[in-house]
């Protein structure tokens, strides 16, 4: 990613990673970058960072574990659920959202807000 890319001293800059082990290792790195750019003034936040569930069984122990060093370097962590029902669609916006998803885009809308105060 180059510098220039993060130049986002007006927008929020919103990591989306898979919950997964794979998912959290290129999350590390993406926040690192994301803090080399606040110490250059490219960027004028810490990221929010947002971990998109890849099934419906409980967040692997690896992520938890990589995720504990990274909370502090991030505005906050947003967890969003799996939904089943978009594997299966072309448009998941046709898809009635879930009370959990419902409760994750309040969250995210509540992070980003925060930014713009």
Known sequence: MQRDQL??????????????????????????????NLETGWLSAPP???????STLREPRTVRERLRPVQDRVRAVVRFPYV?????????LTVPPTKPLTEALAALRAALAVRSA
Request: proline share 4%; charged share 15%.
């Open 48 to 54: 929010l960072l947002v971990l998109v569930a890849d």
């Open 84 to 92: 089943p029902a978009w594997r299966d669609t072309d448009d998941p």
């Open 7 to 36: 130049h986002t001293l007006s927008t929020a800059l919103v990591l989306v990673a898979r919950g997964t082990a794979y998912g959290m290792h290129w999350a590390t790195r993406g926040v690192a970058c994301a803090h080399q």
